[in-house]
């Protein structure tokens, strides 16, 4: 009686397996639902993302002088490409554009994976 029960739930479980080897076999699609159920946790997850015009070194008394019309002088020239950062990685460099009064950036280089990759070491 027992080993019944085990050969009908062993079969069961071939069945389903069975079942999911036809899914996959199905094509292409069906692997990249697979692979895109893999994704799916990951997608929710917040970034910072920060645009960077440039970058300078100030001393806390000469900060402390800043007011309304202040210039600080950055270390970047005009013209230059902004930096686009990604939890504070580079990933991309691009221009700055309005868009119905608003500002956006025009990504003109993106960081390849490798160039990425190699960031994370740093």
Same mark, same amino acid.
Request: proline share 2%; hydrophobic share 45%.
């Given at each position: 009686?027992?080993? $019944? !029960?085990?050969?009908?739930?062993? $079969? *069961? ?9 036809? $899914? ?5 699609? *069906?692997?990249? /639902?697979? %692979?895109? !159920? ?16 440039? &970058? ?8 402390? !002088?800043?007011? !309304?019309? @202040?210039?600080? $002088?950055?270390?970047?020239? *005009? ?13 991309? /460099? ?5 868009? #119905?009064? %608003?500002?956006?950036? &025009?990504?003109?280089?993106?960081? @390849?994976?490798?160039? &990425?990759?190699?960031?994370? #070491? /740093?």
């Amino acid at each position: 009686m027992v080993d $019944e !029960q085990v050969d009908t739930k062993v $079969e *069961a479980e071939v069945v389903s397996l069975a079942g999911i080897a036809d $899914e996959i076999k199905a094509g292409d699609d *069906a692997l990249n /639902k697979l %692979k895109v !159920q893999n994704l799916d946790f990951i997608l929710d997850i917040p970034l910072k993302v920060t645009v960077e015009l440039g &970058r300078t070194s100030i001393v806390v008394k000469d900060l402390l !002088q800043l007011g !309304q019309g @202040s210039v600080l $002088e950055l270390d970047k020239l *005009a013209g230059e490409p902004l930096e686009i950062l990604v939890n504070g990685k580079l990933v991309a /460099k691009g221009e700055v554009v309005v868009v #119905n009064e %608003k500002f956006g950036i &025009r990504l003109t280089d993106i960081i @390849s994976p490798i160039e &990425r990759i190699e960031t994370l #070491n /740093k």
